[in-house]
């Protein structure tokens, strides 16, 4: 892995070249192994939270890992195209638009012991902006190569916060074309509700159950892009102890490997079914 400037990775991917990146400011990954009709993304992964930040902010480190999304990288990170954010939603967040990134409360908690200068909230929006540059000359090139494209967003969600019987896997559609893909859209549900997992853990999949899709990273993309499909995928945290901040490493492995296959097999089928 380079670390490189924001335009030094966009001309990277202008030219088609392959790399692994870091972004100069350490806020963003990239890999491209292989220019591919798909991309998997994992905008919440990052827990990175700016040492100027720390005394400033009402939420401890738990209650922020709490509401991030850990292991979602990990969980598709041998695929050919995986851009991963690592820094902590808390900071900003990648999958809320510009004006509202910035959070001033969270989950009902205040953030900030202090509202934010403008200098602070003008660095972090900076990385937001460069993130999505990024974003917009990898799917331009995508697009330009193969004329259709899937994104795979991958997020996970508190499943015992909720009051009810909740699904292991979550896929909100409220912002694609659900007549378009709605072929797509369900085979993906199906092949998530056949994911083996250990210890036990059964699992079910549900379309636009416990969130419809609504993540700005998904409608940055389908905005932008007329012929690139985003599923917003969310994964109960059954991975992790989430009231005791435990990781369970055997679950987020048997995700990987199960979606090494699954997930280039539906990439594919997506692609054979929608090419032009």
């Not at 416990?210 to 409608?219: E, H, P």
Request: glycine fraction near 4%; charged fraction near 25%.
């Amino acid at each position: 892995m380079i670390r490189l400037s924001v335009d030094q990775i966009i001309n990277k991917i202008r030219n088609g070249e392959t790399f692994h990146a870091v972004s100069d400011d350490y806020s963003f990954t990239l890999k491209i192994d292989d220019y591919v009709h798909y991309v998997c993304g994992a905008v919440h992964d990052g827990h990175q939270f700016r040492k100027e930040l720390w005394k400033n902010c009402m939420h401890t480190e738990y209650e922020r890992w709490f509401e991030e999304d850990p292991a979602t990288k990990e969980m598709v990170q041998t695929h050919p195209i995986v851009i991963a954010g690592m820094d902590s939603r808390f900071e900003y967040d990648l999958n809320r638009a510009p004006d509202s990134a910035i959070y001033t409360d969270a989950w009902g908690k205040q953030l900030w012991h202090s509202p934010l200068s403008k200098q602070m909230r003008e660095k972090s929006l900076s990385k937001h902006y460069n993130f999505y540059k990024v974003v917009k000359a990898l799917m331009q090139k995508l697009e330009k190569l193969h004329g259709v494209c899937i994104v795979y967003d991958m997020h996970s969600y508190n499943w015992k916060r909720w009051e009810r019987e909740v699904p292991t896997w979550n896929l909100g559609t409220g912002n694609v074309d659900q007549d378009r893909f709605k072929d797509s859209i369900e085979s993906w549900r199906s092949i998530l509700e056949s994911t083996p997992l250990p210890n036990g853990i059964n699992s079910t999949s549900k379309i636009n159950d416990t969130f419809q899709g609504n993540g700005y990273f998904l409608k940055f993309i389908t905005q932008n892009f007329q012929n690139t499909l985003v599923l917003a995928t969310e994964i109960a945290k059954v991975y992790c102890d989430e009231n005791q901040q435990i990781m369970y490493p055997e679950v987020v492995i048997a995700v990987e490997e199960y979606l090494k296959e699954a997930l280039k097999k539906h990439a594919d089928a997506f692609y054979q079914e929608y090419k032009f």
